[in-house]
């Protein structure tokens, strides 16, 4: 993830993330929640069925002291709704989040990146193909996924 940050960055002199985020925005398909200052939504590309990545949308490297209570408050928010509709609309799965920041050494060298959680529902179980290869695969469209969890 930082890595492929920094190449995007590198090339095309923004970042990445904000750059998914405002296509997210822009197209409205793949939203799942969303307030004020945070964003939640299926990626285009996902790995697992019904993946999920939620982000502030200020551009922030680091979730380590670097935003504002209120900031923070949002994207808990955010969070909070999508575990719940998960819960709700696929029937309580467990599920794995992660934190992805940028590391704390170095700091002028990861302005590059945008801090968000991933969360991942478990439901589906990795075959020989997955086993074997590395590569995820995914039955499930994201934009079906966001559909199903966008339902009230």
């Known amino acids: 993830s ?3 940050s920094a190449r995007y960055f590198k090339k095309h002199h923004q970042c990445v993330h904000c750059v998914m985020i405002a ?3 822009r197209l409205k398909k ?3 929640a969303e307030n004020k200052t945070a964003i939640a939504f299926a990626p285009f590309v996902s790995k697992n069925p019904f993946e999920v990545r939620v982000f502030p949308k200020s ?3 680091y979730f380590e002291g670097t935003f504002e209570d209120d900031e923070l408050q949002s994207v808990s928010e955010v969070l ?3 575990l719940r509709k998960m819960e ?3 029937s309580d799965p467990d ?21 968000h959680i991933e969360v991942y529902p478990r ?4 075959g020989g193909f997955e086993f074997d290869t590395g590569i995820e695969i995914n039955p499930v469209d994201p934009d079906v996924a966001a559909k199903i969890l966008r339902k009230k």
Request: proline content about 5%; charged content about 25%; overall charge positive.
């Open 123 to 126: 439901l589906t179980t990795y």
């Open 30 to 32: 793949r939203i799942i």
């Open 88 to 90: 709700r609309n696929l």
């Open 95 to 115: 599920y794995n989040f992660f934190l992805h920041t940028a590391p704390l050494k170095d700091k002028a060298r990861h302005k590059h990146y945008h801090w």
């Open 23 to 25: 296509e997210e925005k």
């Open 80 to 82: 909070q709704e999508v």
């Open 2 to 4: 930082l890595q492929g």
């Open 59 to 61: 551009h922030l490297p």
